[in-house]
């Protein structure tokens, strides 16, 4: 089961709301990513988390803040967004990096995604 | 910092044709993935390629790696229209290749 769950699909959020948007993943992965990614253009990495701790921060504004409570979970907590910020949000997972192997382990699985508008 | 260029940015073709889409990328790295996008999709792994001179292959699609020139390729051999979606290669890179910087993309239209 290659399957990256991501709810809800679709989130329409005021600017001054707190909502989340959830990822959750059973294929024993130990890296988990989130994306953006804005109409027409490719994904943009905002977060790497490895073995449950953060690895990358691409730079992103506060007002998104990841959490990692366990292996099989990703969040990505939002406040005060503003419309700019409407896209879809994407999360990955892979198994951790470990060398030259040659297997699917490399493969870097994305799910369905998440709508966000912010109104 | 890494670039990652692919051309064409869009491209249509009839079907039972050869087309071949290229990807360049800037520093050294020795991942390189393409994956698949359908309008309103997620993105669908097509391949992984790990090393020097790596070619892959499923269905009409065909991939290769060169390290040495940084180039990837793509090759669609005899389109259907089912194959119509934007294509993106990315290139992984830090410590542990735990980041993928993604190219424009190529829309590909296979008209009938």
């Known amino acids: 089961d290659t399957e990256v769950t991501q709810t809800p699909k679709h989130l329409v959020m005021g600017m001054t709301n707190k909502k989340s948007l959830k990822c959750e993943q059973h294929m024993g992965h130990r890296a988990m990513y989130w994306y953006k990614q804005k109409a027409k253009k490719p994904p943009e990495l905002m977060f790497v988390?490895?073995?449950?701790?953060?690895?990358i921060n691409e730079s992103v504004p506060s007002r998104f803040s990841p959490e990692c409570p366990n292996s099989s979970l990703l969040n990505l907590h939002l406040h005060a967004l503003q419309p700019e910020d409407s896209a879809l949000y994407l999360c990955?997972?892979?198994?951790?990096?470990?060398?030259?192997?040659?297997?699917?382990?490399?493969?870097?699985?994305f799910g369905e995604g998440s709508w966000l508008t912010v109104v | 910092e890494l670039k990652v260029e692919q051309n064409p940015l869009f491209l249509s073709m009839q079907e039972g044709k050869n087309y071949t889409i290229y990807c360049n990328y800037s520093?050294?790295?020795?991942?390189l993935y393409w994956y698949r996008q359908d309008p309103g999709k997620s993105l669908e792994s097509l391949f992984v390629?790990?090393?020097?001179?790596a070619v892959k292959q499923e269905g009409r699609l065909m991939a290769s790696l060169d390290t040495k020139a940084r180039l990837s390729t793509l090759h669609i051999t005899a389109a259907v229209h089912d194959l119509s979606a934007t294509y993106f290669c990315?290139?992984?890179?830090?410590?542990?290749?735990?980041?993928?910087?993604f190219g424009k993309g190529t829309l590909l239209t296979v008209n009938p």
């Open positions: 390629l790990l090393s020097n001179g």
């Open positions: 988390y490895s073995y449950e701790k953060l690895s």
């Open positions: 520093t050294t790295s020795d991942r």
């Open positions: 990315a290139v992984g890179s830090g410590g542990s290749n735990y980041k993928l910087t």
């Open positions: 990955a997972s892979s198994l951790r990096y470990t060398g030259t192997d040659n297997n699917s382990g490399n493969t870097i699985y």
